[in-house]
């Protein structure tokens, strides 16, 4: 009985065993994962993928694999990382070429063709003979040309706009100076004609009250020469005139002389009549 026992024991050790080990096999995990990549499966690949990793974190190929598989989730931030690692510590120059080359594609779908090309280059340093790499190599040169074109392009465009929105912010700027000289002008136009109304306007105030003011004096001045007894001077007369008035006075005169002698006559015949009688 004690030797069956032993016997049991050490067949179920070894299943056991067995068991344990296909659980903790990383290749398995790997194929499992290969078959969902190949189904288009890729978020159930990763999962394998992972698996394989957590039982041996050195496994290339299931690092390798699980680049592909982010790849293809279009997370390239993790794919990228898995590449550049692997490109680093692979172990042989089979696989660290592949691992360049696929962060090479990485890059080129990022847009970042310089990192590519210098990818693609470390990838053919290791095989020279990969001609998806001279490719490559190649593709990533020309669109890192028109990559560079395009934004010598925008750069121009960039400064031609700003250049355009200069000239208009100048533009507007004249302008607006423009308006507010005329502003000024108007503003000090209309001041002047202010001030020009307000003083001609002072100069008529003042004009009347200076003619007031003569006005006044003119009848002060009459009135004194009334309360004074003084007589306004004569007019002055012209030659003429004077003339004309001195013929009458003479005339005058003469016949004031004939009446005075006519009356001188009388009187003498009266006294002689006195007399006689």
């Known amino acids: 009985m004690k030797m069956k026992y032993n016997w ?74 898995l590449f550049k690692e692997l490109a680093e510590t692979a172990k042989t120059p089979e696989m660290k070429s592949r691992a360049w080359y696929n962060l090479g594609n990485t890059l080129m779908s990022q847009k970042k063709y310089k990192e590519a090309m210098q990818a693609y280059k470390n990838s053919l340093l290791l095989n020279p003979k990969d001609e998806n ?23 121009q465009n960039k400064k031609n706009k700003n250049k355009k929105d200069k000239n208009k912010k100048d533009k507007n700027k004249n302008k607006q100076n423009q308006d507010q000289k005329k502003k000024q002008d108007k503003n000090k136009k209309d001041k002047n004609k202010k001030d020009q109304d307000k003083q001609n306007k002072d100069n008529k105030d003042k004009n009347k009250q200076n003619k007031q003011q003569n006005k006044n004096q003119n009848q002060n001045g ?30 005058d005169e003469k016949k004031t002389l004939r009446k005075l002698q006519k009356k001188k006559a009388k009187a003498v015949k009266a006294k002689k009549s006195d007399i006689d009688w």
């Open 222 to 251: 009459d009135q004194k020469k009334q309360n004074s007894g003084q007589r306004p001077k004569p007019q002055q007369i012209s030659k003429k005139d004077a003339q004309r008035m001195l013929d009458a006075l003479k005339n």
């Open 133 to 155: 790499a001279k490719y490559n190599y190649e593709y990533a040169r020309e669109k890192l040309k028109q990559q560079q074109k395009q934004q010598q392009k925008k750069k």
């Open 8 to 81: 049991l024991i050490t067949i179920l050790l070894t299943v056991f065993a067995v068991t344990a080990a296909n659980a903790q096999n990383p290749k398995k995990y790997v194929r499992k994962g290969n078959k969902l990549f190949e189904q288009k499966k890729y978020q159930d690949a990763e999962v394998e993928y992972r698996k394989a990793l957590s039982v041996k974190s050195d496994y290339e190929k299931a690092k390798f694999n699980l680049g592909d598989a982010m790849y293809q989730q279009k997370n390239m931030q993790e794919a990228t990382k």
